[in-house]
């Protein structure tokens, strides 16, 4: 606060009249930031919801992705992208993200799905035991999904409170 009261001074403002407690300051901020907000949801909801594509190559959802960004003004605040963990989106030449990072001149931050990185790991312990799948969908993922609600859930423990599980995976823990 010394310093914004030097600063106030030096350009002639009279900070006998000025509020400078930390907390005001701090209110009027959290103010606005939620009129920005509301503001931002209003004009979200005012655009279709996603921009419509032809199809979703990755150069049509760069496009789509590059002309939203500069309609709101984004793209230069723009340091992290998140996505799911597709070709399109994940090709290492062609793909969604190494596109917009082209056209915006800059590396970006990765932060791929979760959910999606999960499913990965697991395809991949799975894959020890099982055959590979050359696409997207692991068939005993679907299998699992298909039969999730006739699954007793609350008759639950984990594989490593079973003794022969805990004995089986005892070395690797």
């Known amino acids: 606060m010394f310093i914004i009261t030097a600063v106030l001074s030096s350009v002639g403002i009279k900070v006998e009249e000025t ?6 300051i701090q209110r009027a901020r959290m103010i606005v930031r939620k009129e920005i ?4 949801k209003n004009d979200f909801k ?3 919801k996603s921009p419509k594509m032809d199809s979703e190559s990755a150069q ?3 496009t789509a992705i590059l002309r939203t960004l500069d309609e709101w003004g984004l793209s230069r605040y723009v340091k992290a992208m998140c996505f799911d963990t597709t070709a399109v989106n994940t090709g290492i030449h062609n793909g969604t993200c190494v ?3 082209k056209a915006l001149g800059r ?3 990765y932060l791929p799905c979760r959910h999606h990185i999960y499913e990965l790991i697991l395809k991949s312990a ?5 055959p590979t799948s050359s696409g997207p969908n692991v068939p005993i993922f679907g299998r699992f999904k298909k039969k999730w609600d006739e699954i007793d859930k609350t008759n ?3 594989g490593i409170e079973d003794s022969k599980v805990a004995n089986v995976v005892l070395s690797k823990k």
Do not use: C, M, P
Request: hydrophobic share 35%; proline share 0%.
């Open 60 to 62: 049509n959802q760069t």
């Open 99 to 101: 596109e917009i990072e």
């Open 46 to 48: 005012s655009h279709d």
């Open 156 to 158: 639950y423990k984990a």
């Open 107 to 109: 590396e970006l931050i």
């Open 126 to 130: 799975f894959e020890v035991y099982w």
């Open 37 to 40: 907000a509301v503001g931002l």
């Open 19 to 24: 509020t400078l407690s930390y907390r005001t």
